[in-house]
């Protein structure tokens, strides 16, 4: 088996099965956004000459799921599956898989596609506990509950525990109160807490994390994105929720973990699907006029926030 495909959208996680595969041999790491999968296949075909085997990650494999390629990108790519060298293994990643694709069957009926499953709140639990363990931690289950609801992906939980390891030092329990004060700051200035008091219309708590993020330089136009996205999350979670789609298959369209998708039904709650509607209208509005310098950004979103909070 010297060919693989690694599905799943945790960076953390496709590295620890990028990891089972290499072990401690060297590997060339090789981006699809920035190469093309001729220079994969043409990398793959040389023989190395420091040693027996080589190893190579193609990351943001997106030609397997929704990407393109040309005719000669897939004809060369099909060849090759069929043909590999047999000293190169290829370690593919990406978002999602299309199954009907010619690659992706070719990948399926020859060799091995590792699917991350989309983690629910007891996986998750159960996975950073583990990661603490490893480290020599543990973890208040407030403080566990606080990093879960306070970030926004598996990976940023990952990055904020690396930061509270590095706090404790050799102290093997992290409290509730340390996780509450380090992580809320990286957290603000993630924008997080600000999109949280908008989507609860909570004004007064928005405009001062605003007042925070414009010293931490955070971009008008991150944020509006950001505030356009969740009410977009929201508009759709409500539309799934008609079509009688259930909290996993819902997470699976929105690329969200079954935790996240129930807190997100929390916040839609408040919202009718016309007013959501209405505020991604207006926040695209903005956006133009931003853009085209017919809005001043800074009058703009106040005047957004104004609107929406009461």
Known sequence: MNIYLIVGDSYHLINKEIKKIVRDNIYISMNLNQVTIEDVIKEASYYS???????????NATCFENGKLTDSESNMLINYLNNP????????????????KKISKIIKEKYKIINI???????TTDIINKYCAENGKKIESA??????ENTKSIDCIFQELDKLFLFY????LIKYEDTK????????????????????RNLEGALKILQDLKLYKVEIITLIILLAREYRNM???KKYFEAHLNIHEIGEKLKMQDWQVKKLYQNSLNYQEKELLANIKKLAAIDIGIK???????????????????
Not at 85 to 100: M, V
Not at 169 to 172: E, M, N, R, T, V
Not at 296 to 305: C, H, M, R, T, V
């Open 49 to 59: 000459l420091i040693d027996n085997k080589k190893y190579i990650i193609a990351r």
């Open 85 to 100: 060298n047999p000293q190169t293994t290829i370690i593919f990643t990406s978002n999602n898989i299309d199954a009907r």
């Open 143 to 148: 403080a566990l509950k606080y990093l879960m």
């Open 117 to 123: 499953p989309v983690l629910d709140y007891l996986k």
């Open 169 to 172: 030092g050799d102290l093997p």
């Open 292 to 310: 085209t310098g017919t809005m001043e950004k800074d009058i703009a979103l106040l005047s957004f926030l104004v609107d929406v909070c009461n």
């Open 235 to 237: 508009y759709y979670l």
């Open 181 to 200: 004060n380090i992580v809320g700051s990286i957290v603000d200035d993630n924008s997080f807490h600000f999109i949280t008091c908008v989507l609860n």
